[in-house]
């Protein structure tokens, strides 16, 4: 585990300022960075998501787009995601790592179509559905800088 990478505890996310989409994962320093951040999640108890801008490196914030995540115990490296398509709304609270001991009422959407690159730049087109589709969106929200107010 990286001894550089720290959580960002009990602030805002911070929202990502330079938008990569569309772009290939931009060489092998992003992609070391990517296995970092991925080792530190998979290191971290009862975590199954994180995305880069809720961490710090040394004393820079992480200003990448992608996250991982973690579904049916595999990991996953998501970079530059977006959502193509949502349907089946509902009401979720969720807890979260930056707020412990907190939990957030949110609109989520039980099935979504999503693209994004894989650690290899590979371009993937993917279905999701169920608690899988709710922490995909979730670690999205980090990225994109939302985030819902802690009612509990």
């Not at 960075?33 to 290191?43: I, N, Y």
């Not at 992608?66 to 509902?90: C, E, I, L, S, T």
Request: charged letters at 25%; proline letters at 3%.
């Amino acid at each position: 585990m990286s001894k550089k990478l720290k959580l960002i505890l009990n602030k805002q996310t911070p929202k990502a300022t330079r938008e990569v989409d569309g772009r290939p994962v931009s060489g092998i320093k992003d992609k070391e960075l990517m296995l970092e951040v991925l080792d530190f999640a998979m290191s971290t108890p009862h975590a199954i998501g994180l995305a880069a801008n809720q961490l710090r490196y040394g004393l820079w914030r992480l200003n990448k787009r992608f996250f991982v995540y973690k579904f049916n115990g595999m990991w996953d490296v998501v970079a530059n995601p977006r959502v193509v398509a949502q349907r089946g709304a509902y009401e979720t609270t969720e807890a979260c790592l930056t707020w412990p001991g907190r939990t957030i009422d949110v609109v989520r959407y039980s099935k979504i179509v999503v693209q994004y690159q894989d650690i290899t730049g590979n371009i993937v087109d993917r279905n999701i559905g169920g608690r899988e589709a709710q922490i995909f969106q979730h670690e999205l929200d980090h990225l994109n800088g939302v985030e819902e107010k802690f009612i509990r």
